[in-house]
Nanobody, 125 residues
Framework: QGQLAESGGGSVQAGGSLRVSCAASRYTYSSACMAWFRQAPGKEREGVAAISTGGGSTYYADSVKGRFTISQDNAKNTVYLQMNSLKPEDTAMYYC??????????????????WGQGTQVTVSS
């Protein structure tokens, strides 16, 4: 219950792409709000994107709109964040979070019950 496991981080040059994954238990994934947050050294954590796993609605921070895509694979209880046109300012630890579906209403607040350990994304110029 509540277990989230991120994977797929790494290093890439500016303009490149990466995909990070968040695998959840079936209990956590079902009819949930799942989101990606990131935190760079010396900066506050910020919301990146969220998805309502029951209905498929997606939400994005302005800073990543048009570049990042959040998606889901119901068969694998997994949420993905496809990151394209990466910039050095996207460098951060990326965390997956999950909670009941209603959290998507104010997903950017970061008030999620379950969090993963994080996966590092580094973009070099």
């Amino acid at each position: 219950q509540g277990q989230l496991a991120e994977s797929g981080g790494g290093s890439v040059q500016a303009g490149g792409s990466l995909r990070v994954s968040c695998a959840a238990s079936r209990y956590t994934y079902s009819s949930a709000c799942m989101a990606w947050f990131r935190q760079a050294p010396g900066k506050e954590r910020e919301g990146v994107a969220a998805i309502s796993t029951g209905g498929g609605s997606t939400y994005y921070a302005d800073s990543v709109k048009g570049r990042f895509t959040i998606s889901q694979d119901n068969a694998k209880n997994t949420v993905y964040l496809q990151m394209n046109s990466l910039k050095p300012e996207d460098t951060a630890m990326y965390y997956c979070a999950a909670d009941f579906a209603f959290r998507c209403g104010r997903w950017y607040s970061g008030h999620f019950a379950y969090w993963g350990q994080g996966t590092q994304v580094t973009v070099s110029s």
